[in-house]
Nanobody, 122 residues
Framework: QVQLVESGGGLVQAGGSLRLSCAASGRTFSSYAMAWFRQAPGKEREFVAVINASGGNTGYADSVKGRFTISRDNAKNTVYLQMNSLKPEDTAVYYC???????????????WGQGTQVTVSS
């Protein structure tokens, strides 16, 4: 069992930066791929970024590539999402998720956090 708690969301102006954190409980954090998803009002949950268990491989949605960076610290049981050059269209609730495979489909992830709101004003 893995419990995930996101933090770091907030209100920021366009062009600004935020760093999201996702703290995980349990001793098996380092065996899970971790991902960030987001969901805007009236839209489906969409993939943002993923990192494999060791942290050696990452993947990004085209919409955030070059602006967002996912990383993890297995000693701290934490995954991060550094978000730079934020745009109003990045406004959403951001969720972290843990799963066996580093893929983009949300259904493959077994554990989810409660989400943190990111609002980017124009």
């Amino acid at each position: 069992q893995v419990q995930l708690v996101e933090s770091g969301g907030g209100l920021v102006q366009a062009g600004g930066s935020l760093r999201l954190s996702c703290a995980a409980s349990g001793r098996t954090f380092s065996s899970y791929a971790m991902a960030w998803f987001r969901q805007a009002p009236g839209k489906e949950r969409e993939f943002v970024a993923v990192i494999n268990a060791s942290g050696g491989n990452t993947g990004y949605a085209d919409s955030v590539k070059g602006r967002f960076t996912i990383s993890r610290d297995n000693a701290k049981n934490t995954v991060y999402l550094q978000m730079n050059s934020l745009k109003p269209e990045d406004t959403a609730v951001y969720y972290c998720a843990a799963g066996r495979f580093a893929v983009v489909r949300p259904r493959t992830y077994n554990y989810w956090g409660q989400g943190t709101q990111v609002t980017v004003s124009s």
